[in-house]
T-cell receptor, first 113, second 113 residues
């Protein structure tokens, strides 16, 4: 079955450490996205990528970095510069850039101790 | 910035009841979508609306694209326990490769057996 796989599901990190969240899709979608979800805050866009080797900042990119070396992979690194990294992180994809129907992964919950 | 307003933040209903949610904005949107997120999972698309006045059903769910293009409604009829989750509205103002979705903060629905 096609879909988006995020790993790990749960991750704990000490302050000052970088951590990378994995996102892999086998849907052959061109565009991929990272959202952050906090209780009562909805979904906020961190970064998105329309095509391999290209990505754009979203609304809350500070303290995060991404890469898009392969079409199916869009890892997100939460750096030590992110002041409040504890959150639920969602990866999504769409068939083409700007498409309004997104397919989401199951999410990764990051907790900073 | 663009905002989609969903309220209240939480709703509690009895199994078998109907429930209505709305999503409003001060800006015009050309596409409205409704997603449902179950605990610990990513959002799943319920209904997409593409034309002002459009009324679309998906089983017990019915959604409408407001005539003013500034709002949308989701109705759930004869609720059941598995309707529990967070319901997000999302909108897209323009089409094109650089277009992004704006999400509301979501409404958490609880259904009492």
């Amino acid at each position: 079955d096609g879909g988006i796989t995020q790993s790990p599901k749960y991750l704990f990190r000490k302050e000052g450490q970088n951590v990378t969240l994995s996102c892999e899709q086998n849907l052959n979608h061109d565009a991929m996205y990272w959202y952050r979800q906090d209780p009562g805050q909805g979904l906020r866009l961190i970064y998105y990528s329309q095509i391999v080797n290209d990505f754009q900042k979203g609304d809350i990119a500070e303290g995060y970095s991404v890469s898009r070396e392969k079409k199916e992979s869009f890892p997100l690194t939460v750096t030590s510069a992110q002041k409040n990294p504890t959150a639920f992180y969602l990866c999504a994809s769409s068939t083409v850039p700007g498409a309004n129907v997104l397919t989401f992964g199951a999410g990764s919950r990051l907790t900073v101790l | 910035g663009q905002q989609l307003n969903q309220s209240p933040q939480s709703m509690f209903i009895q199994e078998g009841e109907d429930v209505s949610m709305n999503c409003t904005s001060s800006s015009i949107f050309n596409t409205w979508l409704w997603y449902k997120q179950e605990p610990g999972e990513g959002p799943v698309l319920l209904i997409a609306l593409y034309k002002a006045g459009e009324l679309t059903s998906n089983g017990r769910l019915t959604a409408q694209f407001g005539i003013t293009r500034k709002d949308s409604f989701l109705n759930i009829s004869a609720s059941i326990p598995s309707d529990v989750g967070i319901y997000f509205c999302a909108g897209q103002r323009v089409t094109g490769a650089n277009s992004k979705l704006t999400f509301g903060k979501g409404i958490t629905l609880s259904v009492r057996p």
